[in-house]
Nanobody, 117 residues
Framework: QVQLVESGGGLVQPGGALRLSCAAT????????QGWYRQSPGKQRELVAT???????RYEDSVKGRFTISRGNARNTFNLQMNNLEPEDTAVYYC???????????WGQGTQVTVSP
């Protein structure tokens, strides 16, 4: 059983930066996609960024050039570096791992990011 735990959320002023981390317990075999999603009140959960096991990255348009998804130094961890944060980035951020070609998917519990003066 794989469990994901996020860390690094918090309150930051506009223009500031935060780094989110996701640590996975257990192992996922085969090709997979690691990702970050976010959900604001009254809105659907949306994709922020993903990275495949081959290292291919993808970003939602509004975060391109500001956010970077990467693998962590520790095994089974990955990060989201968020720079030049805007109030519109305020949301609960969830990490996600999905095995490609299967219905196997895992979610973290979420971490709050608030961007406010």
């Amino acid at each position: 059983q794989v469990q994901l735990v996020e860390s690094g959320g918090g309150l930051v002023q506009p223009g500031g930066a935060l780094r989110l981390s996701c640590a996975a317990t257990g192992s996922i075999f085969g090709p997979y996609v690691q990702g970050w999603y976010r959900q604001s009140p009254g809105k659907q959960r949306e994709l922020v960024a993903t990275i495949t096991s081959d290292g291919v990255r993808r970003y939602e348009d509004s975060v391109k050039g500001r956010f970077t998804i990467s693998r962590g130094n520790a095994r089974n961890t990955f990060n989201l570096q968020m720079n030049n944060l805007e109030p519109e980035d305020t949301a609960v951020y969830y990490c996600n791992v999905r095995r490609i070609g299967t219905v196997e998917v895992y979610w973290g519990q979420g971490t709050q990011v608030t961007v406010s003066p």
